[in-house]
């Protein structure tokens, strides 16, 4: 079945590291995202990337890097700038036709990362 | 005032209840709208687009009312399974990076 693979679950990491949380799809899609959720609040965007070694900043992308060497996979990196790191990390990919309004997201099933 | 607005909730509503959820945008150049279920700590999952003449998918209804700016949600006879937190989605141009996600509704269906 296609999905999207995001590794690890949880992870938990010191201050001062960085670390990167892989997202791998396989549903052919031309579009990736990264997502943040903190509690009580809605996703916000990281970083998008709408094809292969292209890749734009979202709403909040301070503290983080991305790379899109291939299609199938938008890693991660959470650097020791991020001020606040620890939350629950969401990929997702669409089809994202340019011209279409109607690209719904499907998500990985996210990275929980606590910094201490 | 807020893009994306909703009712955090929660809602306790009984098994067969008949439940409603709001959302309110700002943007009126806003495109395409979508309710998307998510169960504590997973992912948000899409539950249903939400089409200008509103649209059904068994026990779910979705409405939009643009002249108002928001969209609505309507559960019928609910389901102990249907207890999550449901996220309203709106997009502001072509495009799945424009979407703005509400900060979602929690229900909790109760036997």
């Known amino acids: 079945d296609g999905g999207i693979t995001q590794s690890p679950k949880y992870l938990f990491r010191k201050e001062g590291q960085n670390v990167t949380l892989s997202c791998e799809q396989n549903?052919?899609?031309?579009?990736m995202y990264w997502y943040r959720q903190d509690p009580g609040q809605g996703l916000r965007l990281i970083y998008y990337?709408?094809?292969?070694?292209?890749?734009q900043k979202g709403d909040i992308a301070e503290g983080y890097s991305v790379s899109r060497e291939k299609k199938e996979s938008f890693p991660l990196t959470v650097t020791s700038a991020q001020k606040n790191p620890t939350a629950f990390y969401l990929c997702?990919?669409?089809?994202?036709?340019?011209?279409?309004?109607?690209?719904?997201?499907?998500f990985g099933n996210g990275t929980r990362l606590t910094v201490t | 005032r807020k893009e994306v607005e909703q009712d955090p909730g929660p809602f306790n509503v009984p098994e067969g209840a008949t439940v409603a959820f709001n959302c309110t945008y700002s943007?009126?150049?806003?495109?395409?709208f979508f309710w998307y279920r998510q169960d504590c700590r997973k992912e948000p999952k899409l539950l249903m687009s939400?089409?200008?003449s509103g649209n059904e998918d068994g026990r779910f209804t979705a409405q939009l009312n643009r002249a108002s700016q928001y969209i609505s949600l309507l559960i019928r006879d609910s389901k102990l399974s249907d207890s999550a937190t449901y996220l309203c989605?709106?997009?502001?141009?072509?495009?799945?990076?424009?979407?703005?996600f509400g900060k979602g509704t929690k229900l909790s269906v109760i036997p």
């Open positions: 943007n009126s150049a806003s495109q395409s």
């Open positions: 990337s709408q094809i292969v070694n292209d890749f």
């Open positions: 939400v089409y200008s």
């Open positions: 997702a990919s669409s089809i994202d036709d340019w011209s279409s309004y109607n690209s719904p997201l499907h």
């Open positions: 549903l052919n899609h031309d579009a």
């Open positions: 989605v709106v997009t502001t141009g072509a495009g799945s990076y424009q979407l703005t």
